[in-house]
């Protein structure tokens, strides 16, 4: 069973546009981390964002935690087709742990 | 530097045959994990080794998983008398020992298992 949900499901957006998506969990963790999947291929770590910290930048991606609600968001900035992939939220119980997946945001960018 | 590889990359069964996969990790990655992932949704946890110790393998659907990793390197997923609900993905991934900053994970293209 997968321990968090993602929001939306699917996204459709055009060059150049944000992208927000959301990803909720539901125990205690260490630390939460975004992956990309493009179709067809392997997942590609993005970010890492700690349980003691509360929002985290890296180029275009934004990526915030509360873990009083148990959730956190990425945001993507002036997306490029390149940028279209599924993107999911994984979350460790403990560094050096295991990861437990989110069910993904499929996004699409228009150019 | 060569990232984490897969072999085969698709592997066709029939039901009732036995699959082995094979996964080299990054060279000096001390953790393994194997994942499954069923079309349309994320990866799920099968097992995780520390060198050649299996020290979780609490996500193994059955008996007939079984995964090895004897010298603490090349690791290798076998499925015995495949069913049909074990057509999916496999990932395997690596990552140095976690520490204190967290436990990025190197992940493979992954072996696209379809059992007829």
């Known amino acids: 069973s997968q321990q968090g949900e993602e929001d939306p499901q699917a996204l459709s957006i055009q060059e150049g546009e944000n992208a927000t998506m959301n990803c909720s969990y539901k125990?205690?963790?260490?630390?939460l981390q975004w992956y990309r999947q493009n179709s067809g291929r392997g997942l590609v770590h993005l970010i890492l964002?700690?349980?003691?910290?509360r929002e985290k930048h890296s180029g275009r991606l934004r990526v915030t935690l509360d873990t009083s609600k148990k959730s956190s968001s990425l945001l993507i900035t002036a997306s490029r087709a390149a940028d279209t992939a599924s993107y999911f939220c994984?979350?460790?119980?403990?560094?050096?742990?295991?990861?437990?997946f989110g069910g993904g945001t499929r996004v699409l960018v228009k150019p | 530097g060569a990232g984490v590889s897969q072999s085969p990359r698709y592997k066709v069964a029939k039901r009732g045959q036995d699959v082995a996969l094979r996964c080299d990790p990054i060279?000096?990655?001390?953790?393994l994990f194997w994942y499954q992932q069923a079309l349309g949704q994320g990866p799920e946890f099968l097992t995780y080794f520390q060198n050649e110790a299996q020290l979780d393998k609490s996500g193994l659907p059955s008996d007939r998983f079984f995964a090895e990793r004897p010298e603490g390197s090349v690791s290798t997923l076998k499925i015995q008398r495949t069913q049909q609900e074990d057509s999916a993905v496999y990932l395997c991934?690596?990552?140095?020992?976690?520490?204190?900053?967290?436990?990025?994970?190197?992940f493979g293209p992954g072996t696209r298992l379809t059992v007829l």
């Open positions: 991934a690596s990552s140095t020992t976690g520490t204190s900053g967290g436990n990025e994970q190197f």
């Open positions: 060279s000096g990655h001390v953790s």
């Open positions: 994984a979350t460790s119980k403990a560094a050096g742990n295991k990861l437990t």
């Open positions: 125990t205690s963790i260490n630390n």
């Open positions: 964002i700690r349980s003691n910290e």
